[in-house]
């Protein structure tokens, strides 16, 4: 019996102090999911649920909710707006020829990303299909880029070809000549319009100092270009005089312009001059097709190496 009275004393003495501490965690787990809600009265305001809180602890939340909002201002700001335009600057007509594919986003978004913060440039992105696609459309749309949206089908012989991997298989070259056409078709030769013509492939990465590089160009100009043909960079030879005399590659070295496609740009004056100067698809070699529009152009004496006479990869 004694022991049954103590057991009772026990319970009685636990179990008051026990429902205390549920009641008090209850509240403070209630206090806190208000602080964190902030319930909005009359459009202004923000309401706490537990009235006991103090100036200090509403002057703490109303600090964090400052910094939120300048965090979403500052994002806003950074992703959605292009450099000004200058009309003291020559444009940059960068083409870009690509397909569908499943990268084709994450590819066209990386180069969108860059180009934001080149200014005067003008994306000329044409697609190797029937017919223009949503995808690419609505990324053209949302990037902020002043941009041209073009399509055409490469015949199914080209496709044929890429389907079976070769490197020297000729691609985008109809995309390429939709876009010089776009430019002979939109700019007049005899107006003061400056500017250079670029391609830049989609699968590529390019740096912020090359587009200041080309932007004055008087004819062509060329560079370095990394990560091709086997080789840690391919580069034009330049000598002592500043003039291009050869090409330091492993494919190929005696081709007359013995250059990657990322690695010249051409004022755009020297395109609308010569309209019949396009890529050539069909009679030319592997490897071959910077050639066949680069020798329409210039001579190799006449090319102008950039990034510190070529001796700069970029």
């Known amino acids: ?6 057991l009772l004393t026990a319970i009685l003495i636990a179990l008051p102090w026990t429902i205390l501490l549920t009641i008090w965690h209850q509240n403070s787990g209630v206090f806190y999911l208000a602080i964190q809600r902030k319930e909005p009265d009359n459009g202004t305001k923000r309401i706490l649920a537990n009235s006991s809180q103090s100036k200090e602890e ?5 600090h964090q909710e400052a910094i939120l909002t300048q965090q979403v201002i500052k994002l806003e700001y950074i992703y959605s707006r292009p450099p000004q335009w200058s009309q003291s600057l020559p444009t940059i007509y960068v083409i870009t020829p690509t397909y569908t594919r499943p990268v084709q986003k994450a590819e066209l978004t990386r180069l969108a990303n860059t180009f934001l913060h080149v200014q005067n440039l003008h994306w000329i992105v044409v697609e190797d299909s029937p017919r223009r696609t949503g995808l690419v459309a609505l990324l053209l749309e949302k990037s902020g880029l002043n941009f041209t949206h073009l399509n055409i ?5 080209v496709k044929m070809g890429l389907s079976k991997s070769s490197p020297r298989t000729p691609r985008g070259t109809l995309q390429r000549n939709l876009g010089l056409r776009w430019l002979r078709d939109k700019l007049n030769p005899n107006e003061s319009s400056e500017g250079v013509v670029y391609f830049a492939d989609d699968d590529n990465t390019y740096s912020l100092e090359l587009f200041e590089e080309m932007r004055f160009t008087k004819m062509v100009s060329v560079w370095p270009v990394a990560f091709v043909g086997g080789l840690l960079y391919e580069s034009p030879k330049v ?5 291009v005399v050869g090409w330091k590659t492993v494919f190929d070295p005696n081709r007359p312009f ?3 496609m990322a690695g010249f740009a051409i004022n755009v004056k020297l395109i609308l001059m010569k309209p019949s100067a396009n890529f050539q698809l069909y009679g030319v070699k592997g490897g071959y097709q ?4 680069l ?3 210039v001579t190799l004496k006449e090319l102008e190496p950039k990034a510190s006479n070529c001796t700069k990869v970029e």
């Open 153 to 157: 089908q490469s015949p199914k012989s």
């Open 258 to 260: 013995a250059i990657d």
């Open 239 to 243: 000598n002592t005089a500043g003039k």
């Open 58 to 62: 509403q002057s703490v939340c109303v």
């Open 1 to 6: 019996m004694p022991r049954r009275r103590n």
């Open 295 to 297: 020798r329409e152009l």
């Open 290 to 293: 910077e050639t066949s529009l």
